[in-house]
Every structure is written in structure tokens, then in C-alpha cells.
């Protein structure tokens, strides 16, 4: 068959990652030491911050088209990618263009992407047109999961009989997200309908509740409300707290691997994932960083990976590897 030919933006991307592999300023992820599906999972899923593709960083990009790599270096399929937030660096077309172009490295080991918009995906930019070319991105990707409707960026999902709940904006912020009444009320209905179903629940958000994972020090020590949803993550974690079994997985804050990426809050557990593009903050100051979740039927399992280098983080850095046992009202 006829190799398909490639775009000038693809050729682009290519020769850029190709060079800066060669130069060894962008890692090169091991093949020999790939993730694996465990057959005994019900659910394996990567977990990513921030990528914030950016027409400006060949190195960022590069950065995460290695990433893509590691992943398309499996034998096996991923359940899901889900993407925290901060897709792009301004939310610009040509910036989707390239995050697709470097999702291709992924190939077929990815069976469903799950994402929700961050403030840079969203703001300085008409909220609606900005809505719109969000999900027609998600619609475009292969395994790209965006609602019938596309009126809110509040929608859900489900995944091998998992709920997943994204959460987003509902008006354009700076830095901040607005969850408004409505999106509020849609979340505490739909987790008393996932809660039937007994098994944990993820929720996806940009940004993390207010003095949660290591909140004002992991925002470099600004503010009362900085790094975190904003107004309402009073009422956000009340909800939470309603509930059993949540899992909240938020981005935003670009800090490496430390004591702050997982908190267990009883109800609900806290997961900050670093970015897989920027700068890290903190001393584990590493690219590419991210988790992989693997979900069983009496434990979820957190592994902090090193994606760019095709390995996972030596379990003697701090929530390198985390593991939950569910309480015995909830088992997956
Ligand atoms: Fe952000």
C-alpha cells in the first residue's frame, strides 16, 4: 500500500523531534523497558498535565512527542489517555494541529483520549468559538471522546463500566475555572448514579481544591485561592464529600513528583499530576513526568513514569508508587 504523505506540519514536527534527539536535548524513550497491561487489570489508563503545545517550543512539543513514543513502543492498549488541562499554550488551531500530529506516535495504543480545557486552553479567546474547536479536536482523534451536544464543557463517559466526569469552565477565565450552579448540580446527580454502581469514580478537573496538593508552597507560594479551581472549590469538595469513591485527577500546578501529587481525603482521593511538556517545580524536576493508573478489582494502583525515557520513577521518590485498597463498600 502507498505510504500516506506527510504534511508540511508533520514533516515539520518530525525533522524537529528527529534533530533534537539526535542533539540529545530531548530523551529518547528505552523500548526495552515499555508499559504493560497487566491482564488481571480492569482498566489501565496514563494520566497526563499540561502539555501545552506551543508553536514557540520545539523543545516542549519534542518533549512530548517523546512521550507519545513511550506509549507507542506497547505491545498492549491503553483503556484511555486522559489529559488534565492545558492542552495548548494560547489554544490556538495550528497548536491542536501539532497535539495530533504528536498523538500519532501513539498509533493504535490508545483505545479512548478523555480531556478537559485548562485556563490556557480557554482564555483571552471568544469562550464559545474556543468550546467548539476544543471538542471538534477531541471529535477528530481517533478514540476522542467529546459529547453529542458540545454545549458545556461538563460532560461524562463511561470505560470498561467506569464513570468519568470532566469538569470545565463554564465562561472564560484567566487563571481560574467557574463551575457554576448548574455544572455543580449535573456533578452531585451524576456521581449518586455512578455511585450504584460501587465501583470508584474519576473525576477530571484542571485545576485542584484550594489547600490541596501542597497548595499555596506548589504554586510557588501565591495566594489564598492561586493554583487552585477558585470560588467554588468550597462547594466542589462538599460534593466530593457527599460521595464515595471519587477519584480526582487535576493538573495545573507543574510540580514534579513529590508528597503533594496524591492525597487520600477519605472520601475522595486527590491525584496532581505533574506536566508532561513544561518545566517541573520541586526537586524532582524531571520532563515528561506522569502516571499510569491501573485499576483492579480491590486496588487502584498509581505509578508515577518518566515517559520521555520510557521508565518509571524509582520507588524511593515519594508517591512514585501509590497504592489504594478500597474499603469494603466499594470494590471495581
Ligand atoms: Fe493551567
Not at 132 to 155: C, I, M, Q, S, T
Request: glycine share 8%; charged share 20%.
Amino acid at each position: 500500500m502507498a505510504k500516506k504523505k506527510m504534511s508540511l506540519l508533520e514533516r515539520s514536527m518530525h525533522f524537529t523531534f528527529a534533530h533534537l534527539q539526535a542533539k540529545g536535548k530531548v530523551a529518547v524513550p528505552d523500548p526495552a523497558t515499555p508499559i504493560q497491561i497487566d491482564p488481571d487489570a480492569l482498566l489501565t489508563m496514563v494520566c497526563w498535565g499540561d502539555p501545552q503545545i506551543s508553536s514557540f517550543s520545539p523543545l516542549r512539543t519534542a518533549r512530548f512527542s517523546a512521550a507519545c513514543a513511550d506509549i507507542g513502543n506497547m505491545d498492549g492498549t491503553l483503556d484511555a489517555i486522559v489529559f488534565a488541562g492545558d492542552l495548548c499554550e494560547f489554544g490556538a488551531s495550528r497548536e491542536f494541529r501539532m497535539l495530533h500530529t504528536a498523538l500519532r506516535g501513539i498509533g493504535s495504543h490508545c483505545a479512548h483520549y478523555i480531556a478537559v480545557p485548562g485556563n490556557h486552553d480557554i482564555r483571552l479567546r471568544h469562550y464559545h468559538k474556543q468550546q467548539r474547536k476544543f471538542f471538534r479536536f477531541l471529535a477528530d482523534l481517533p478514540g476522542g471522546v467529546a459529547p453529542e451536544d458540545r454545549l458545556n464543557y461538563y460532560h461524562k463517559t463511561e470505560i470498561n463500566g467506569f464513570t468519568f466526569l470532566m469538569l470545565g469552565s463554564d465562561r472564560s477565565s484567566f487563571e481560574a475555572s467557574y463551575l457554576s450552579d448548574a455544572q455543580l448540580q449535573r456533578l452531585d446527580a451524576d456521581l449518586t448514579a455512578a455511585e450504584l454502581t460501587g465501583k470508584p469514580i474519576f473525576v477530571i478537573n484542571h485545576q485542584t481544591l484550594k489547600r490541596m496538593n501542597g497548595l499555596p508552597v506548589t504554586w510557588l507560594g501565591k495566594g489564598d485561592w492561586r493554583g487552585s479551581v477558585g470560588n467554588e472549590s468550597d462547594k466542589l469538595r462538599a460534593i466530593f464529600e457527599k460521595h464515595r469513591g471519587v477519584v480526582f485527577i487535576t493538573g495545573h500546578l507543574h510540580y514534579g513528583v513529590s508528597k503533594y501529587n496524591y492525597e487520600d481525603h477519605g472520601a475522595f482521593k486527590a491525584l496532581s499530576l505533574p506536566t508532561v511538556g513544561v518545566v517541573n517545580h520541586g526537586a524532582f524536576d524531571k520532563f515528561s513526568q506522569g502516571y499510569v493508573v491501573t485499576v483492579y478489582p480491590d486496588r487502584m494502583v498509581f505509578r508515577a513514569r518518566l515517559f520521555g525515557e520510557g521508565r518509571y520513577v524509582d520507588p524511593a521518590v515519594e508517591n512514585a508508587e501509590i497504592v489504594w485498597e478500597y474499603p469494603a463498600e466499594l470494590q471495581a
